[in-house]
């Protein structure tokens, strides 16, 4: 059975500190890892994927096969990062689109 | 293009009803993903179709179906209606090229609320 965990609720910062969104998986094969943001009044849209290893929005993710996790983080967080951030999970190559998501971390950048 | 459109944004129903929620992916999509989504929950995989063929269904009972169209338009129905059923439905929308080697980006819709009394 895969599994994402997002251990956070809610983080709070201040603009300008460093953030980091907490992600850990269970999956018995190869996963794919994605993190999908939804801003107040908008749907939920890809943010990231770790098999691009790009940056968007100043954020980066790197998949830990050793510890399971896809941490996000963003150096210095901005107030227009303020959104619901969610980790999701695909197996790799598999056979059509089944993502597995968290419950998902509240992200409040405060001015 | 157009983005993934659902209809209706908002419905009502009382327990025991049958209810259909639509979802118009995005020109040239192929495939359709149904998720649940609760406060309690969180975003749950329904089922997924390709071609007018369920490829994918998550752990739901069968009240809850699906079926897609030639044009890959996509509609879920729930039958028999009970209070834990109201949620957020989203639907997502993906290419599905040919030989692709990893899952395709999915494309939400902005999902229907569906509140059972």
Redesign the interface.
């Known amino acids: 059975a895969q599994r994402v965990t997002q251990p956070e609720k809610l983080l709070s910062v201040f603009k300008g500190a460093p953030v980091e969104l907490k992600c850990n998986y269970s999956y018995s094969g190869s996963p794919e890892l994605f993190w999908y943001v939804q801003y107040s009044r908008q749907r939920l849209q890809l943010l990231l994927r770790h098999i691009s290893r790009e940056s968007i929005k100043g954020f980066t993710a790197d998949l830990n096969k050793g510890e399971t996790s896809f941490h996000l983080k963003k150096p210095f967080a901005q107030e227009e990062d303020s959104a619901m951030y969610y980790c999701a999970l695909s197996g790799q190559g598999a056979a059509g689109n089944k993502l597995t998501f968290g419950g998902g971390t509240r992200v409040l950048v405060k001015p | 293009k157009a983005?993934?459109t659902q209809t209706p944004r908002y419905l009502i129903k009382t327990r025991g009803q049958q209810v259909t929620l639509s979802c118009s992916p995005i020109s040239g999509h192929r495939?359709v993903?149904w998720?649940q989504q609760t406060p309690g929950q969180?975003?749950?995989?329904l089922f997924?179709y390709?071609s007018e063929t369920q490829?994918?269904k998550?752990n739901f009972p069968g009240r809850f179906s699906g079926r897609q169209f030639s044009n890959s338009r996509s509609e879920m129905n729930v039958s028999t209606l009970e209070l834990g059923d109201s949620a957020l439905y989203?639907c997502?929308s993906?290419l599905?090229s040919s030989g692709r080697?990893?899952?395709?980006?999915?494309?939400?819709?902005?999902?229907t609320r569906l509140t059972v009394l």
């Open positions: 983005g993934v495939s993903s998720y969180g975003l749950q995989f997924e390709f490829r994918n998550g989203l997502a993906s599905m080697a990893s899952t395709d980006t999915q494309y939400f819709g902005p999902g």
